[in-house]
């Protein structure tokens, strides 16, 4: 086999065991929390490999239950040049708006991933996706 198509399948079956640990349990840890959202990072999946963070995060941006649902999200962080990119995007639902589950209730069909997402970039400084990739790259617990 072609060293190419090497690359391409390991890419390919990385991918794929990535889009599927959102089905594992989860460890939550509160990594920001303001009066209208709160962001948590999944300690039982967060990884570090070269430099980089490859982390779920869990978005309540509307913790008055207006929306009742959360997102997760996959993200690999490189926190050495301060830039990011999407891997994968769940909308859940909730059945009670004001509690957040430890393990995620089935998600709504997957949300695209646009190339634009998933390609490396730079946050906005101040931003709250900012924050939250400095907060990623300060997280010491589980390997992270």
């Known amino acids: 086999?072609?060293?190419?198509?090497?690359?391409?399948?390991?890419?390919?079956?990385?991918?794929?065991?990535?889009?599927?640990?959102?089905?594992?349990?989860?460890?939550?840890?509160?990594?920001?929390?303001?009066?209208?959202?709160?962001i948590d990072l999944d300690t039982a999946t967060a990884q570090r490999t070269d430099g980089l963070r490859r982390v779920w995060l869990r978005w309540d941006v509307d913790r008055w239950g207006l929306l009742a649902q959360y997102q997760l999200e996959h993200r690999e962080v490189d926190c050495a040049r301060g830039l990011t990119r999407l891997l994968a995007v769940e909308t859940h639902e909730l059945s009670t708006p004001a509690t957040l589950p430890d393990t995620p209730a089935a998600p709504r069909p997957p949300n695209t991933i646009s190339s634009s997402d998933s390609v490396w970039h730079a946050v906005s400084s101040g931003s709250l996706a900012d924050i939250v990739v400095k907060a990623v790259c300060r997280w010491r617990e589980a390997g992270a």
């Open 1 to 38: 086999m072609r060293p190419f198509s090497c690359l391409v399948l390991l890419v390919l079956s990385t991918t794929r065991v990535a889009a599927a640990q959102s089905t594992r349990p989860h460890r939550w840890a509160q990594l920001i929390a303001t009066a209208a959202e709160a």
